[in-house]
């Protein structure tokens, strides 16, 4: 069964504010076991599991949402990856070594294992304003 659960949150600056989250399961599927979360709006927050299972195996989030108070831009977006590397404009950042990259994935409901094209992934800043997403295979 698919899912998307909402959690309300205090109100955050956006721009300044990011999600960080980690999850349990007992399942060795993609679909059984992975989730997306996001920063939904100022005060929402969003995990979406995609799954074919009848009966999904649970996942407990733990989640924490933080706002910086001065010194940090979050930026954030979404894009479909395909099999080559895809390179992102992002809005120029600093400098590389001062920046990181967090992402979450969601699993096509198909999904058998992390062999089909569409499993581990990379996302890193190239540049100062390129953000390169891609599968290992």
């Excluded at 954030?76 to 080559?84: E, K």
């Excluded at 499993?119 to 800043?125: D, H, K, R, S, T």
Aim: aromatic fraction near 6%; charged fraction near 15%.
């Amino acid at each position: 069964a698919n899912g998307i659960v909402t959690v309300p949150i205090t109100a955050v600056t956006t721009n300044r504010s990011a999600l960080f989250f980690d999850s349990s399961h007992d399942s060795d599927r993609p679909t059984s076991s992975a989730v997306r979360g996001r920063l939904l709006n100022s005060t929402t927050l969003e995990f979406e599991k995609v799954t074919n299972e009848a009966a999904p195996t649970l996942i407990t989030v733990r989640w924490y949402a933080v706002q910086w108070t001065s010194g940090v831009r979050v930026q954030r977006g979404v894009v479909t990856v395909a099999a080559v590397p895809q390179n992102v404009a992002i809005t120029a950042v600093g400098a590389v070594n001062r920046a990181f990259v967090t992402w979450s994935k969601t699993p096509a409901a198909t999904d058998q294992n992390n062999l089909n094209g569409d499993g581990p992934m990379v996302a890193e800043l190239t540049t100062t304003t390129n953000l390169q997403i891609f599968c290992l295979k």
